[in-house]
T-cell receptor, first 116, second 114 residues
Framework: DTGVSQDPRHKITKRGQNVTFRCDPI?????LYWYRQTLGQGPEFLTY????????KSRLLSDRFSAERPKGSFSTLEIQRTEQGDSAMYLC??????????????FGEGSRLTVL | DAKTTQPNSMESNEEEPVHLPCNHS???????IHWYRQLPSQGPEYVIH???SNVNNRMASLAIAEDRKSSTLILHRATLRDAAVYYC???????????????FGKGTLLTVNP
């Protein structure tokens, strides 16, 4: 499968615990995005990387959240001291940097977090 | 950011055409119109996009009003697999990666009846 891969698909944790999600983008896609989706809502932008550089962060990304993409390939999203309000689907997406505007952002299937 | 307005839900019968409307009255001249859909328990999937002219691809057609203040996604023959939430999104034209911090609304939940 050459699509965007996310792991784990499901995570149940207790409030106060730390969790980490991993995203493997499509090979050679140098742009990587994280979104969060709560029940009944559309996805909301969190942050994006171009290669290993984190170029933009949403105000939604509180200081308990940190995202990295150390080698410009896979990315991790860590949430420290989880709260019940962090329960959501965390979506990763990627696209190539290209002069041709194909318009497409490729999403993974998401990692669903439940905080008890 | 320019906003879009879509009906909360629509219903269709299998093998019939579906027209999903989207209003975007504050669209700027350099905003692309994108459509994504999200099947249950999956990430969003790109459907189609356009700027001014109508567009066709293997999944759907996009009809853009002459004044660009509205558009319609057309599924020519709905199947049960087309049941999903459909999002209409405006994306600013620029060469940077930040123009893909897409702003999703709640979209339109399409139900397809057998």
């Amino acid at each position: 499968d050459t699509g965007v891969s996310q792991d784990p698909r499901h995570k149940i944790t207790k409030r106060g615990q730390n969790v980490t999600f991993r995203c493997d983008p499509i090979s050679e896609h140098n742009r990587l995005y994280w979104y969060r989706q709560t029940l009944g809502q559309g996805p909301e932008f969190l942050t994006y990387f171009q290669n290993e550089a984190q170029l933009e962060k949403s105000r939604l990304l509180s200081d308990r959240f940190s995202a990295e993409r150390p080698k410009g390939s896979f990315s991790t999203l860590e949430i420290q001291r989880t709260e019940q309000g962090d329960s959501a689907m965390y979506l990763c997406a990627s696209r190539p940097q290209s002069l041709w505007n194909t318009g497409e952002l490729f999403f993974g299937e998401g990692s669903r977090l439940t905080v008890l | 950011d320019a906003k879009t307005t879509q009906p909360n839900s629509m219903e269709s019968n299998e093998e019939e055409p579906v027209h999903l409307p989207c209003n975007h009255s504050t669209i700027s001249g350099t905003d692309y119109i994108h459509w994504y859909r999200q099947l249950p328990s999956q990430g969003p999937e790109y459907v189609i996009h356009g700027l001014t002219s109508n567009v066709n691809n293997r999944m759907a057609s996009l009809a853009i009003a002459e004044d660009r203040k509205s558009s319609t996604l057309i599924l020519h023959r709905a199947t049960l697999r087309d049941a999903a939430v459909y999002y209409c999104i405006l994306r600013a034209l620029n060469s940077g990666g930040s123009n893909y911090k897409l702003t999703f609304g709640k979209g339109t939940l399409l139900t397809v009846n057998p």
